[in-house]
């Protein structure tokens, strides 16, 4: 099976979507996307250690401006699909923590890899009232082809918040769902979570 990453401008813009703070909440979510997609832009172009590849600086964003707005339980949930029922409390919950820290080392990547590309909303029209919506936006890159990203976004008591980022028709989501089965399927719940793990300290490495 042939596992494929999202590439850096999908990363870019997920973690752009991190950049809303807790007073702002209530925004709604295409005008969160829009809005704290230029700062993220604003913020790369200025910092330079963060164009400099700064571990400690891109960490620094990453903790504080991304983990409190994305949906890591839900993510997980929907990459796990039905083997999330077969994995007791504790099992969830250390897939939980592997995958995000995986997530958040994958995407930390993309702070330092932006090239100037821009984000252009594509219409937002969703039924009143909805607690979960699709945001859809093109990635518009210099001499090349849009690329289109679009974020499946749900409603919380802490405001709206990221679960999915689908690059081209590709869920990251389902992506994951493949890759963990497999694993799942060869070594248990305990198999992916120490899989997940290895990963993640060598990456730290």
């Known amino acids: 099976m042939t596992h494929r990453r999202p590439f850096a401008p999908a990363a870019l813009f997920a973690v752009a979507l991190a950049f809303a703070g807790p007073l702002l909440a209530q925004e709604a979510p295409d005008a969160l996307v829009k809005r704290v997609s230029q700062e993220t832009i604003d913020l790369i172009r200025s910092d330079p250690k963060l164009q400099a590849g700064d571990p400690a600086r891109v960490q620094e964003v990453i903790e504080s401006r991304l983990l409190p707005h994305f949906d890591f339980s839900r993510m997980t949930q929907l990459a796990m699909g039905r083997n999330w029922r077969a994995a ?118």
């Open 88 to 205: 007791s409390p504790e099992q969830q919950k250390r897939l939980t923590d592997e995958f995000r820290t995986l997530l958040v080392r994958t995407y930390s990547n993309a702070l330092t890899q932006y090239r100037d590309e821009t984000i252009q909303l594509r219409p937002f029209r969703p039924e009143a009232g909805a607690a979960d919506v699709t945001v859809r936006t093109e990635v518009v890159r210099q001499g090349r082809p849009p690329v289109q990203i679009d974020y499946g976004m749900t409603r919380t008591q802490n405001g709206w918040k990221a679960y999915d980022v689908i690059v081209g028709g590709v869920s990251l989501v389902t992506n994951y769902r493949d890759e963990f089965n497999e694993q799942v399927k060869a070594g248990g719940v305990d198999g992916l979570i120490r899989t997940l793990a290895d990963k993640n300290r060598t990456g730290a490495k």
